[in-house]
């Protein structure tokens, strides 16, 4: 599903922020990815949403080699993948729906099965009775909430999830990474960068711990600190 082979990615400053990476994921597997601020993670984001090129090595995704893939393909690509992000990132003039909604006519889904998926996938997170709601309107877990209907909307196989309860207490981040697991239960690939600890140790996943661009730590059902 995901592969990275020795890949680096130094900066204008010369210093690698991702160091010769190498790295599978599993159909269906959900990994952690920890480490310290400035460790690759948001790096590595960016390098699987080809939004950033690798300074060497490759990288595979469902089959796809980012590296030569024409630009013209990104889009279609960047489709099978669902991003959410810690500050939820959604259309604040827009409702709940409409957020929802506008992910799929952006890859111009018929109108019937919008009509049809979007309040499927609004029963799924929870939020049907929030569905006129304005974001402003609802709390931060409930806007995660849309932010995580809106990337899975169009049936990824891939979520990626860059610091998903960072701006969430406890409760609410619990019930958000719940859902992901959820997601990742029905068959979604699931990449979740976090410094959440307590959920970290509590959900027990694979967790993949960056230190200075590499891969300090590659555990199954590892917790946020070494055993
Ligand atoms: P993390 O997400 O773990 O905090 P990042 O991937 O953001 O780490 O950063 C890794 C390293 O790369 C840091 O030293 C950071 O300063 C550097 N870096 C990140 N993005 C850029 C950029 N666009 N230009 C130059 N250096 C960058």
Do not use: W
Not at 15 to 34: C, I, R
Not at 61 to 66: A, K, M, Q, S
Not at 109 to 126: K, Y
């Amino acid at each position: 599903m995901i592969d990275l082979d020795h890949v680096s990615k130094i900066y204008e400053n010369g210093q690698p922020a991702v160091d010769k990476v190498s790295l599978h994921v599993d159909k269906g597997e959900f990994v952690f990815v920890v480490g310290d601020s400035g460790s690759g993670k948001s790096t590595l984001i960016s390098l699987l949403l080809k939004e950033t090129e690798p300074t060497e090595g490759v990288i595979t995704v469902n089959g796809f080699v980012l590296n030569t893939m024409r630009h013209r393909k990104v889009p279609k690509y960047r489709r099978k993948i669902g991003v959410v992000f810690q500050d939820f990132r959604l259309l604040e003039e827009m409702s709940v729906y409409e957020n929802v909604a506008f992910a799929m006519h952006a890859v111009e889904a018929r109108g019937r099965v919008i009509r049809r998926r979007v309040p499927n996938v609004l029963r799924e997170v929870g939020l049907t009775d929030k569905q006129n709601s304005l974001p402003r309107q609802l709390s931060g877990g409930e806007q995660q909430r849309v932010a995580i209907a809106r990337a899975i909307v169009n049936r990824p196989d891939i979520l990626l999830a860059d610091e998903p309860t960072g701006n969430l207490d406890p409760g609410n981040a619990y019930e958000i990474m719940k859902l992901i697991e959820e997601i990742n239960s029905r068959g979604t690939t699931v990449l979740v960068v976090t410094h959440n600890k307590e959920l970290v140790n509590e959900f027990r996943k694979r967790v993949i711990m960056m230190r200075k661009g590499a891969i300090a730590r590659d555990e199954e059902e590892g917790g946020y600190i070494e055993a």
